[in-house]
């Protein structure tokens, strides 16, 4: 499985204006309170050289991996099949079909950007929240237009994939998760949503009008999850964007058996998502929160994980730093401002980003 929001004149520019371009509001959303940049600069990240964190980076992964259930299909065949196609406005939408792992397959919407046939294009995974009208809400199937974040990316020249998370695939989540789990005993429910987020990676590699070099991830709630263990367990990812998912432990529902269990609140576990953003570091990765409301995930209080992240580019990737924190404080939402934050943000640093 481990394998290796300023307005909407910026989202109408075309890809190339952007190329290579940082978004005009990094120091905006990297610069943490002064309180606790204070504390960060006390705390700093000891430089032993690349190499020794490359060594540690690695050792850091393996205990993720030791820990989530680890489990791979490398060889496995696509099996890749056309359920439904429409033709839009600005993109082609495609419900496909595709093997997972033996014995069981995932659905996902893929889009198509117009007019660009013979170009090798950017391309997004893009995942949907615990809602099950949010897998085609995604495509701009359902209403919440501020909600169709696969669709808006597709007319800024994205290929998108949205994949439909497993929880929906019995009765209950609970039902689905023991399920999912059968084949892979001890493994995590994190464990099959990050193995789907790889797997949709190869599927869009299998396309030939994909830039390899050129992937992000983005999610909302469940999906932001999803988008925040994709990044820092595939670094095929180049960029990503994780909105309201609860960027540490404690400030979500971690804990429920499709995500990492009860293990997480047993005397001991020493294990923190700042150690996935150490992991993504190097990486643009943004986080959005709403920071009031209930069931508010991220907000303020999510800035001392990225702030640990922001130690280990300061330390070992060139400057500027790009992982940071956009409030927009409305709460467990996406409103369409912010959404027009996240599509400059991976239009910057995924289509924007040098070719290799």
Avoid at 226 to 247: Q, T
Avoid at 286 to 293: A, W
Wanted: charged share 25%; with cysteine.
């Amino acid at each position: 499985m481990i394998r290796c929001f300023v307005s909407l004149f910026l989202c109408a520019l075309s890809l190339s204006t952007l190329a290579a371009q940082d978004v005009p509001w990094l120091a905006e959303v990297t610069t943490p309170p002064e309180d606790i940049a204070t504390k960060d600069q006390a705390e700093q990240t000891p430089n032993n050289g690349s190499q020794a964190w490359e060594s540690q980076r690695n050792k850091l992964r393996d205990q993720w991996k030791t820990f989530l259930g680890a489990y791979s299909f490398p060889e496995l065949p696509l099996k890749l099949e056309t359920l439904e196609e429409e033709r839009l406005e600005h993109c082609t939408r495609r419900l496909v079909r595709y093997q997972a792992e033996p014995g069981r397959t995932v659905r996902a919407y893929l889009l198509f950007p117009h007019d660009h046939a013979d170009a090798k294009l950017p391309a997004v995974v893009a995942f949907h929240g615990t809602n099950p009208r949010t897998f085609d809400k995604l495509v701009g199937l359902d209403a919440e237009p501020e909600r169709h974040m696969g669709l808006r990316l597709a007319k800024q020249g994205f290929v998108v994939i949205c994949p439909e998370n497993f929880l929906w695939e019995q009765d209950s989540y609970k039902a689905s998760t023991a399920a999912a789990l059968k084949p892979h005993p001890g493994s995590k429910g994190m464990a099959v949503m990050l193995a789907d987020g790889m797997r949709a990676v190869d599927v869009l590699l299998s396309l030939d009008n994909v830039d390899p070099k050129k992937i992000g991830a983005y999610g909302h709630s469940l999906g932001a999850k999803e988008a925040l263990y994709l990044a820092a367990m595939d670094d095929r990812i180049c960029a990503a964007v994780a909105s309201e998912g609860g960027i540490e432990i404690g400030f979500s529902n971690w804990d429920a058996v499709w995500y990492l269990g009860s293990d997480v609140n047993k005397e001991g576990f020493t294990r923190k998502h700042e150690e996935l953003v150490s992991l993504i570091a190097g990486r643009p990765f943004l986080v959005l929160g709403g920071e009031t409301g209930r069931g508010c995930a991220d907000g303020e209080r999510s800035w001392p994980a990225l702030c640990a992240g922001q130690k280990v580019w300061q330390a070992f990737y060139p400057e500027p730093v790009r992982i940071g924190l956009l409030n927009h404080g409305q709460g467990h939402a996406l409103p369409w401002d912010a959404g027009e934050k996240v599509i400059q943000w991976l239009v910057a640093y995924v289509a924007g980003r040098p070719g290799e």
